[in-house]
């Protein structure tokens, strides 16, 4: 599998701010803010909203080739957060600048940097991961033997047979349908990729070969990645470091040992992340959403 990054990217990577310590800083967050208006009463004729704020003033920066985990339960923003940051929603306050462009002025220099995997991946059902594949890289300008090649790679490594490769999506496991999501990100060799939940709902061994599969992202391509989660062992296994979300908010940042610390000796993730937020992850964490 190649994944050089395209010759935007490049120009964008040549001159790619850095943080204090001198490491480049791949995606960088300020206050960002994105609400909903709800409904919450009024008449037919007259509804009464409220704006409810699901990504609450989070700010936060991801160095290249690192693996960022945000980790928190359903509900606690952790979609609309990757959301805006991939230019599918529009912030109502902050910004994100992915290797120094901000994704809302240099839109399109940024989708062709970065890409998102999400479990609401939307596919021709009745078509085959090939057929799928190569509609995408005709959007993307691809040559069809180009993503042919590229996609087939992405999908083995994930450990797809072959044989499925040209059999309708329909017919696969909710697994296999999110490996072909993950190869669809790849066409465009991205190299700041948001993974929102890649394992959720897999059987055992789909979720080894997806995280596998990101750990090679970041040690063998050279990708920066955002990864969210709700379960703990697979934040502890992925991620360099870990922010803990809960109600739109930040509320802890840091590599798992850090976290651990926070709440004292001999204590775990999961104590941190309960004694930091008064929620526990496992019970809400059920669905798949
Ligand atoms: N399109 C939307 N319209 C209205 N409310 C939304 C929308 N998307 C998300 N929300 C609300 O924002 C909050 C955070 O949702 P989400 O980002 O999906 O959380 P998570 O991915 O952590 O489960 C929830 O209260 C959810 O109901
Ligand atoms: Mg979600």
Do not use: W
Request: glycine share 8%; charged share 30%; aromatic share 6%.
């Amino acid at each position: 599998m190649t994944l050089n990054a395209p010759p935007e990217a490049s120009a964008a990577l040549s001159s790619v701010p850095r943080d204090l310590t001198g490491r480049e800083v791949a995606i960088d967050v300020q206050q960002l803010v994105k609400g909903f208006r709800k409904k919450s009463g009024g008449t037919l004729l007259r509804p009464r909203f409220t704006e409810s704020r699901a990504v609450d003033g989070v700010t936060f920066q991801v160095r290249r080739g690192e693996i960022y985990g945000v980790l928190g339960p359903n509900g606690s923003g952790k979609s609309t957060l990757i959301r805006a940051m991939s230019t599918l929603l529009i912030p109502d306050a902050g910004r994100v600048s992915i290797f120094g462009l901000d994704v809302v002025r240099d839109e399109a220099q940024v989708r062709r940097l970065l890409n998102r995997v999400s479990v609401d991946a939307a596919f021709y059902k009745k078509l085959s991961p090939r057929e799928n594949l190569l509609y995408s890289a005709q959007l993307y300008g691809l040559a069809p033997h180009v993503a042919e090649e590229r996609a087939l790679s992405t999908l083995k490594r994930l450990g797809l047979k072959e044989k499925a490769f040209y059999e309708p999506l329909e017919e696969m496991s909710r697994g296999m349908q999110q490996k072909v999501a993950i190869a669809r990100a790849f066409l465009t060799s991205p190299v700041v990729v948001l993974l929102d939940e890649p394992t959720t709902g897999l059987d055992p061994k789909s979720r080894r070969d997806v995280q596998e599969f990101v750990l090679e992202l970041r040690d063998v391509h050279d990708a920066t990645i955002i990864l969210t989660t709700h379960d703990m062992p697979e934040a502890e296994r992925l991620c360099d470091r870990i922010a803990f979300i809960s109600s739109g908010k930040f509320v802890a940042e840091g590599t798992p040992d850090e976290l651990r610390a926070l709440a004292g000796p001999g204590k775990s993730l999961e104590d941190a992340f309960i004694e930091l937020t008064g929620e526990d992850l496992a019970e809400k964490g059920e669905e798949d959403t």
